[in-house]
């Protein structure tokens, strides 16, 4: 029969009965799950169970420990000291996260602060700022005495720790315990270099925590041969130094591989306190800690007493830097400004190490100093005044010249022609004519000078008396308060406000109704570039002290010719032409008489605060615009000066040294080109302008008297709101 066939009698056949522990189709997934929970439980039972049986059986070892006495007190005391020890690790690490991940930088041994070198406009070095940094030297090549003077001072055991010497530690909490104040410092090497290179220098617990970590971190990624050539390079020496071979060249005019064993021992003494034992401040100190590292390297084995004996005898002599006289004021605002651009231009930062070549100009700064001081000695009693500020810039490029931020640098870093806000009384208001002359109105306009009340306050002029109806152009010339005040109410304070900061002025400037008085703060440089917009012709002119950035390799990394915007527009030229006219005339016929410089037309304006807190004079030729400034920086009152005394004087002094020798630039809209001959004929047949035949006085004086015969009659009849035309061509304008 085949196979497959159905049987002869026609039945169905059976299937094939499946072997006995064969599992069903399907289950031996099943199979394997069950088996594989089976194994979860029993090995969770076992785990439990061991669990279980352990912890029975500690309870059952301390049910059977009776310790008494002085073992009880050890366990307790062992028992909590593993206790707080973990949870003291535990803050310990939470506290350190911040300076640990300050690790994570890859330049972390490079410095993130700027070395800078100045140079004036000419190449000359004017000084330095930012750190004095010289890491170039191979810790082979240091003076064995300079490097033993370091570790007897700072860190005897460097090469036997592991970065935090506790024995060293023990042995300074004990010395200061017995001195009952701190002689001994606890922290090594290692610690304080983790703080030179990581933290600052308060003194907190987060940051001795901070500390000690970092130094552990340090032992484990450096050698101590490292360890001790970072130290040596980034320790701060004083007097903007770091590390010794930059303090060697400082302090000693030498290469740090010359250093004797006397001068390694004055430098070694300034790890301590640089401040206080710079030889170029205080020699006696210095020499005296000199004495005491020498006694260190005596005890510490390094060196014997006979060793010594010459160093003691004749001690080092520092490099007299007294007579340095670097234009410091200048410098901190040009590496402030530096570091602007640093933000400005990435380039910049790649290289912390930089040249610059600044837009000073030596003798004018001399001069500006000069000036400053010399006004103050002969003058400065007689009218409470103490302090004294200037700046000087070139319009149109806005290159700082000169600046003097006060009298005595080293008395008061603070820089008072960049920093200091003062009030700039009457020297505010060309700020309210120009923007008058923006809006309709031109010297020749006539506004009435007579009270005004707003709001229950009456400003009133200085000599307390009023003029009647005056063209601008006079009111001010003759500095009248009530003229700007009227004319504020007429254009709007917030227009003034947006005219002088797209002028220059960065300080905010609070809207009130003394505000065209100079009631807002302001400082020196502002008023300086502020002015230079006149003198440029209604270009805006920013201020800067940079013309050049080299980084150390000697490529040229910034230039102000190639990265400077253009000068933006701010008012027409023929308005620039109406203001300097007028700005002329102050300094010819009116308040800034002081300041004429002979064969130099020279416009400006002075300025007088509240109790005669401030004194200013602002001005600017063809070449320069400059602000003076005098007060006192209690802001107490001076006895009676004026903007037309010390400021002028002191502006004339200034400009008349900034004149000689260079070519004379005209003052767009005042001075005029010389005429031809045959243009000067009597009478002007050829066409030529006329001589000017009378004095701006008395040019004054007639326009004074045409505007009040213009003004007769005319008084409030006529429409209020702004200039109408007048007899003769001269301008009025209503109360």
């Not at 400065?380 to 070139?394: F, I, M, S």
């Not at 008395?411 to 009030?423: E, I, K, P, T, Y």
């Amino acid at each position: 029969m085949n196979k497959g066939s159905a049987p002869p009698d026609g039945t169905t056949p059976e299937p094939p009965k499946t072997p006995v522990g064969t599992p069903p189709k399907g289950g031996r997934l099943k199979a394997g799950l069950l088996s594989a929970d089976a194994w979860v439980d029993t090995a969770l039972w076992r785990l439990t169970s061991s669990l279980r049986h352990g912890l029975e059986g500690y309870s059952a070892w301390l049910r059977r420990f009776r310790a008494r006495g002085p073992a009880r007190v050890a366990a307790e005391l062992a028992s909590d000291g593993v206790t707080f020890g973990l949870l003291g690790l535990i803050v310990m690490l939470a506290l350190a996260q911040d300076a640990i991940d300050k690790t994570a930088r890859a330049d972390w041994r490079t410095t993130e602060d700027f070395s800078v070198t100045f140079l004036d406009r000419f190449g000359n070095e004017i000084g330095h700022r930012g750190i004095l940094l010289n890491d170039t030297v191979p810790l082979e090549e240091i003076p064995d005495h300079m490097i033993k003077a370091a570790l007897a001072t700072e860190d005897r055991r460097f090469f036997h720790h592991f970065g935090i010497d506790v024995v060293g530690t023990f042995r300074a909490m004990m010395e200061n315990v017995r001195a009952r104040t701190v002689v001994q410092g606890g922290s090594s090497l290692t610690q304080q270099l983790a703080k030179n290179l990581f933290l600052t220098n308060e003194r907190t617990l987060e940051r001795k925590i901070n500390e000690a970590f970092l130094a552990l971190w340090l032992e484990m990624n450096l050698s101590k041969r490292e360890i001790l050539k970072l130290y040596l390079d980034r320790a701060y020496m004083g007097g903007g130094t770091f590390g010794v071979a930059a303090a060697s060249e400082f302090y000693f005019a030498k290469n740090v591989r010359e250093l004797s064993l006397a001068e390694a021992a004055m430098l070694a003494g300034l790890f301590k306190a640089p401040s206080k034992y710079a030889p170029h401040i205080n020699l006696p100190a210095a020499r005296a800690r000199a004495n005491e590292v020498l006694t260190n390297m005596v005890q510490a084995g390094f060196m014997t007493e006979g060793q010594v004996i010459g160093a003691r005898r004749n001690p080092a002599v520092a490099v007299d830097r007294s007579r340095d006289r670097s234009p410091d004021h200048f410098l901190d605002y040009a590496f402030d400004r530096l570091k602007e651009l640093a933000r400005e231009y990435p380039a910049l930062a790649n290289d912390r190490i930089l040249t610059v070549r600044t837009s000073l100009d030596p003798g004018l700064q001399r001069q500006a100093e000069r000036a400053i001081l010399d006004t103050l000695r002969q003058h400065g009693q007689r009218y409470r005044v103490e302090e004294g500020a200037v700046t000087v810039v070139v319009p149109e490029t806005g290159a700082v010249r000169a600046m003097v931020g006060g009298k005595d640098y080293g008395a008061s870093q603070f820089n008072r022609a960049v920093d200091a806000l003062r009030q700039p009384g009457s020297s505010f208001k060309p700020f309210v004519y120009i923007t008058a002359f923006m809006n309709g109105y031109s010297p020749r306009s006539v506004v009435p000078d007579a009270p005004i009340n707003i709001g229950g306050w009456s400003p009133r002029n200085y000599g307390r008396s009023y003029r009647g109806p005056v063209t601008l152009k006079l009111a001010l010339t003759k500095s009248i308060n009530t003229i700007p005040v009227r004319l504020s109410q007429a254009l709007g304070r917030d227009k003034i406000v947006e005219n002088a900061h797209a002028m220059g002025i960065s300080t905010e400037l609070k809207i009130t109704r003394a505000l065209p008085l100079g009631v807002a703060e302001v400082t020196v440089l502002d008023m300086s570039a502020a002015y230079g917009s006149f003198a440029s012709g209604g270009l805006k002119v920013v201020p800067t002290p940079i013309l050049e950035v080299k980084n150390s390799t000697g490529e040229t990394v910034y230039e102000l010719s190639r990265h400077r915007r253009a000068p933006e527009r701010v008012f027409p030229p023929e308005k620039a032409a109406e203001m300097n006219d007028v700005l002329v005339n102050v300094v010819e016929a009116g308040t800034g008489r002081r300041a004429q410089v002979p064969g130099v037309t020279a416009a400006g304006k002075t300025g007088t605060t509240q109790a005669y807190r401030d004194a200013w004079f602002v001005g600017y030729t063809g070449n320069y615009a400059a602000a003076v400034w005098f007060g006192n920086d209690d802001f107490s009152t001076t006895a009676r000066m004026t903007g037309g005394s010390l400021p002028a004087m002191t502006w004339k002094a200034i400009m008349e040294y900034a004149h000689k020798g260079i070519e004379l630039k005209p003052m767009p809209g005042v001075d005029r080109p010389p005429q031809p001959a045959e243009a000067q004929i009597a009478g002007g047949e050829a066409g030529g302008a006329r001589p000017r035949l009378l004095r701006e006085q008395s040019i004054a004086v007639l326009e004074e008297i045409g505007a009040r015969l213009d003004a007769i009659g005319k008084r409030a009849d006529l429409p209020a709101g702004g200039p109408v035309a007048g007899r003769d061509g001269v301008e009025s304008i209503t109360r």
